[in-house]
C-alpha cells in the first residue's frame, strides 16, 4: 500500500459539513477518493491572532499538500479569530481548490 501525502484542509467552521463528506467519501469502500488528513489534533484554545496563525503555519510546513475549501462566506472571513470561524476555511459542495 502506497504512503498518502500528508493533506492539510483549511475550510470555514460554517463549512464543516464539506470536509466530513470529504471524510465519508475517504471511508466508503465504494468511492475511489483517498487522502492522509493531517488536521490539527485539537482546536486551539485562543483569541490571539498570532498564536493561532503560528500553530496552524506549523502544522500547513509539515503538509505534503494543502487544500483549501471555499465556501459562501469565504470571503467574509477576515481572521482565523472571526466569530464563527475556525482556524481552518472550508467549501461549497465539491469545491476543492489546491
Not at 26 to 40: E, V
Not at 43 to 68: E, H, M, W
Not at 87 to 94: K, L, T
Request: aromatic letters at 14%; a positive charge; proline letters at 2%.
Amino acid at each position: 500500500m502506497a504512503v498518502l501525502p500528508r493533506t492539510f484542509v483549511s475550510f470555514s467552521s460554517s463549512d464543516k459539513r464539506c470536509y466530513d463528506l470529504m471524510c465519508a467519501w475517504k471511508a466508503h469502500q465504494y468511492i475511489d477518493f483517498n487522502f492522509a488528513d493531517f488536521q490539527l489534533d485539537e482546536a486551539i484554545n485562543s483569541q490571539t491572532p498570532y498564536y493561532i496563525k503560528s500553530r496552524c503555519a506549523a502544522k500547513v510546513r509539515r503538509a505534503d499538500t494543502f487544500v483549501l475549501l471555499i465556501g459562501n462566506d469565504t470571503y467574509t472571513k477576515t481572521s482565523a479569530t472571526d466569530r464563527g470561524s475556525s482556524s481552518f476555511s472550508r467549501s461549497r459542495e465539491g469545491t476543492v481548490l489546491m
